[in-house]
């Protein structure tokens, strides 16, 4: 874990693997929180990115992610008992603080039971899972979250009900499901579904909480409906406030004798019996659950976590994405990065801080109309693209391209101003999905998705208008089976463009862009494993790469050879984006099952996981932050590859980089290295930082051997005997050294002259 300092800059930790070597670092979204808790003098508030720790007074906020062990990122729970802290995730991990870091238990995970819910009563947890209650053992001596009994069967609900809440005081334990409540004596046999008495209800229930003998709940939110109760298991008191009907709440707590409801709908107060009223959030007023330290009230929000001053809560800035789906990316000369969050706006990463463009962020001048127009459609935008200067081209649904340039202002090509035309039934809303900057002539080609004038693609000059393409391309005209573009991607003098159920087509342009007659047109569909096709990029020899629904294909032009690539068994067929890097490894993702590398030094594919994936193979295990992926990008400066997905980005540093810094050299002896095949021939590696594996690379960035921390001859040292992963010895050259820790990357060289 790594403190930050007013903004939240990302841990970085090494992972040990062998295939895909690197470093990785998460970014998630930090802003919706789902749980809080108070402890050792911090604030711990679960997101659905991971957990925020702030020490009040500090000036300093930390964050945990699944780097730091955790075995998700939506974390549903926070509770301390018996002076630890533990939590649960949507995604069926729960574990506890050891530390610095979590011990994640993965019982429930590795059956695929979300949790939804974590109470303490008497020596033991309760789950509310998506199959009953688990209640689990927490004693010294065993897991740190081992399940000790499940609860399946409440009175006469059905069997393996998901429960949504649970509650407990000294003596029962209450379960809250969209059917009702239950609830069962604790210290009796809560196995026998006799054990338990319910109280059917008309709607969900969305919070529980055990007091004076009852319990607190509220059902899901219904127009002019009551959402707030309370029951002893005979009577049912309703909250007699008409003014708290249609609420939206999913939490309940107290703070200084007075009691609180809190959710959607904001954060409100019961200050004498039978009224509420609202308590202020600064900035946007949705609230969840609440926790006290040093008498202050502590919320999670919507907007991160807030604090409350005078019975207004101020929330506290959180440096992150914002956005459920993180679905396309583009990188800048300049490093920026830009990241679509789906049904948001885009988020842009430089210099470690993350700007959000969003209708809650930006600050849009209510005098420019073209401002405004882009402030209040920003949440269309769905693919975006940067050339060679550095200016933003975003393809939307509905509203044409946008253009932001690097001094902020924006521009709109839309059916007013441009060759883009709408759709059938909708004229006026033009459809671009895909968009690509071709470096080669200096153009940028814009597709127009089922447009009324049949246009496919046109290229344009970035500093003019839409009006005037270069070249354009019809459907029914070019060869084109139809123009419900995807994707498009050139390189090699071609254009290779994605459409519905059509699989791929080429355009290999000629010399003469304006000219058509060079033009040469090829379909590729049947020779694919599927006709859905996804996305395709390019490769520096000029090869295509295919992102089908049944897995990828690669393409040469030059011969018309389709290849189907044969994919890892545990990196899945739901391929939706596909990057060729400059080394012309191909990296994938997929929608459940994490990504995959093809590395092109020995054409052979590896499987990129989490960690916390069952049934994977060891080394397929990463820091990759999330199993569902949406896109991922190559930044040649740097050498990173970024994973988005849902709720998070993942980077893999592979520190291999054009403009990779190091931040140290390593210590060759003896230098150059001269092999004869002899046992005791040893180049000696020295300087490594403890925590620090060194990976050797051939000059073109191809990973050869790993030595990791436990195989070093010492502490700071590694002897490399000449060989690779397989124990086969290398050819004579010159090899890269890399050895990325927490504190920086150290790099060297060493020459290899083979004596036999």
Not at 11 to 25: D, H, K, R, Y
Not at 225 to 251: A, E, H, L, Q, Y
Not at 371 to 387: P, R
Not at 555 to 562: K, Q, S, T, Y
Request: hydrophobic content about 40%.
């Amino acid at each position: 874990m790594k403190i930050l300092y007013l903004i939240i800059t990302l841990s970085l930790v090494v992972t040990a693997l062998t295939q895909v070597p690197g470093t990785w670092e998460t970014f998630a979204d930090m802003n919706y929180a789902m749980s809080i808790a108070s402890f050792e003098g911090k604030i711990y508030t679960g997101t659905k990115g991971g957990i925020l720790v702030y020490k009040p007074g500090s000036g300093n906020i930390e964050i945990m992610t699944n780097i730091d062990g955790l075995g998700g990122l939506e974390i549903v729970a926070l509770v301390v008992h018996n002076g630890k802290l533990y939590y649960g995730c949507s995604n069926g991990a729960l574990g506890r603080l050891d530390g610095e870091v979590w011990t994640t238990y993965s019982d429930l995970l590795r059956a695929n039971i979300p949790v939804n819910d974590l109470i303490p009563a008497g020596e033991n947890l309760y789950a509310a899972t998506g199959q009953g209650i688990s209640k689990l053992n927490v004693l010294p001596g065993y897991e740190a979250v081992e399940v000790a009994e499940n609860y399946m069967k409440f009175g006469d609900y059905e069997s393996n009900i998901a429960v949504n809440r649970v509650a407990a005081d000294d003596t029962v334990l209450w379960v809250g499901t969209d059917e009702g409540l239950a609830f069962g004596r604790l210290g009796s046999n809560l196995f026998v579904p006799e054990a338990w008495q319910t109280i059917g209800t008309d709607r969900p229930i969305t919070a529980l909480m055990a007091d004076s003998g009852g319990v607190w709940f509220a059902l899901e939110q219904a127009t002019d409906m009551p959402t707030i109760f309370w029951t002893d298991g005979i009577i049912i008191d309703t909250v007699s406030d008409s003014w708290m009907n249609d609420r939206d709440i999913d939490g309940f707590f107290y703070y200084k004798g007075e009691f609180y409801a809190a959710g959607h709908s904001g954060l409100f107060i019961y200050d004498h019996p039978g009224d509420f009223d609202r308590i202020q959030v600064e900035g946007y007023f949705p609230a969840h659950r609440g926790t006290v330290l040093n008498d202050s009230l502590y919320v999670g929000l919507e907007v991160g976590f807030g604090v409350m001053i005078n019975d207004t809560v101020w929330p506290y800035a959180i440096n992150c994405p914002r956005g459920g789906g993180f679905t396309d990316i583009a990188i800048a000369p300049n490093g920026d990065v830009w990241v679509v969050a789906h049904g948001y706006g885009i988020n842009r990463f430089r210099d470690g801080v993350w700007t959000v463009f969003d209708t809650r962020s930006m600050e849009p001048d209510s005098s420019d109309s073209i401002s405004m127009a882009v402030y209040n459609t920003i949440y269309k935008i769905e693919a975006v693209e940067l050339d060679c200067d550095g200016t933003l081209w975003a393809g939307t649904s509905g509203y044409g391209v946008y253009k932001r340039f690097t001094n902020g202002d924006w521009e709109i090509f839309d059916r007013t101003n441009s060759i883009l035309t709408g759709y059938p039934g909708c004229e006026n809303d033009e459809l671009c999905w895909a968009l690509a900057y071709d470096d080669e002539r200096d153009v940028m080609w814009i597709t127009n998705y089922f447009a009324i004038s049949n246009l496919v693609a046109a290229a344009f000059e970035r500093h003019g208008d839409l009006e005037n393409p270069i070249v354009s391309y019809y459907s029914g005209v070019s060869g084109f089976p139809n123009n419900l573009v995807y994707d498009i991607a050139a390189g090699s003098g071609r254009i290779w463009l994605v459409l519905k159920d059509e699989g791929v087509t080429m355009v290999d342009v000629g010399p003469d862009l304006e000219s058509f007659s060079d033009d040469f047109v090829v379909n590729y569909n049947d020779e694919l494993p599927s006709a859905s096709a996804k996305r395709v990029d390019v490769d520096t020899t000029g090869k295509a790469w295919v992102a089908v629904a049944g897995g990828v294909a690669s393409i040469d032009p030059a011969f018309g050879l389709v290849t189907i690539q044969a994919l890892p068994e545990n990196a899945g067929s739901g391929v939706n984006d596909i990057v060729v890097d400059k080394w012309n490894n191909v990296w994938i993702t997929t929608d459940q099952s994490g990504a995959a590398m093809y590395r092109s030094s020995d054409s052979s594919w590896h499987a990129i996981r989490t960690s916390y994936t069952p049934d994977i193979l060891p080394e397929e295990r990463t820091d990759l932050a999330t199993e569902v992926l949406y896109a991922v990008a190559f930044n040649p400066t740097t050498g990173d590859v970024w994973f988005c997905g849902e709720g998070a980005i993942s980077v893999l540093h592979t520190g291999l980089g054009e403009g990779s810094e190091s931040d140290g050299e390593l210590v060759v002896y003896p230098n150059p290295f001269i092999w004869y095949r002899k046992a005791t021939d040893m180049v000696s590696i020295s300087g490594i930082p403890s925590d620090a594996h060194l990976y050797i690379y051939t000059p073109d960035g191809q990973p050869i051997r790993t030595i990791s921390v436990s195989d070093r001859s010492s502490i700071s040292t590694a002897l490399w005997d000449g060989r690779n992963n397989a124990g086969e010895p290398v050819a004579s050259g010159i090899y890269l050294l890399s050895a990325p820790s927490s504190s920086g990357t150290l790099r060297g060289k060493v020459a290899l002259i083979r004596g036999d």
